[in-house]
């Protein structure tokens, strides 16, 4: 079946601009995360939605980093006024979550973002 | 606060030797292990894990047992192949929450025929 899917799959921007990055779940998963991998360095926890909500944002590094996931599927991270230091590759992943416990993570391939 | 290290890489083999990648933790409570691995091209895939001491996981003919005196979660596979070649990720989440996973630095590993 479809696993999680992210696009872009690279995205170049320049300092300062906006820039959105989409995650599509696997179908029927509640659970969704986002973590950014910067070069040669495990990916960091950025925040964890259950259902439509921010259930963990403590990973967000500040507050030009924002996102949503409005109807309780598709993700979207915003990051406002980039800067070179947001080069990474952000990494969505998504999971079963029942009866308040999650299991395994799925992740996407990522989105390549740099910002010039 | 949780952490996760690992042997640096790269590392280099040929074909049929036996690997080791070392990685240890630091945890608060007693935390589930895992090795993740990513293929060129790939997303990350979770290997393999270990929720209690004293487990053994294995997938693929990896393995790697949660020793938590000295909390240690070394990957071993007696005979690597070329399509192993990929990038090692150890992890833990704490508790019993599958959120907010704690990865390792990662291990690059290149088989040679």
């Known amino acids: 079946g479809a696993g999680v899917s992210q696009t872009p799959s690279n995205k170049v921007t320049e300092k300062g601009k906006y820039v959105e990055l989409r995650c599509d779940p696997i179908?029927?998963?509640?659970?969704l995360y986002w973590y950014r991998q910067s070069l040669g360095q495990g990916p960091e926890f950025l925040i964890y939605f259950q259902g439509t909500g921010a259930a963990d944002d403590s990973g967000l590094p500040n507050d030009r980093f924002f996102a949503v996931r409005p109807e309780g599927s598709v993700s979207t991270l915003k990051i406002q006024r980039t800067e070179r230091g947001d080069s990474a590759v952000y990494l969505c992943a998504s999971s079963l979550e029942l009866a308040g416990e999650s299991y395994e993570q799925y992740f996407g391939p990522g989105t390549r973002l740099t910002v010039t | 606060g949780n952490s996760v290290t690992q042997m640096e890489g790269p590392v280099t083999l040929s074909e049929e030797a036996f690997l080791t990648i070392n990685c240890t933790y630091t945890?608060?409570?007693?935390?589930?292990l895992f090795w993740y691995v990513q293929y060129p091209g790939e997303g990350l895939q979770l290997l393999l894990k270990a929720t209690k001491a004293d487990d053994k996981g294995s997938n693929k003919g990896f393995e790697a047992t949660y020793r938590k005196e000295t909390t240690s979660f070394h990957l071993e596979k007696g005979s690597v192949q070329v399509s192993d070649s990929a990038v090692y990720f150890c992890?833990?989440?704490?508790?019993?929450?599958?959120?907010?996973?704690?990865f390792g630095p990662g291990t690059s590993l290149s088989v040679i025929p």
């Open positions: 992890a833990l989440i704490t508790g019993t929450s599958y959120d907010k996973v704690i």
């Open positions: 179908s029927g998963h509640t659970a």
């Open positions: 945890a608060t409570g007693y935390p589930s």
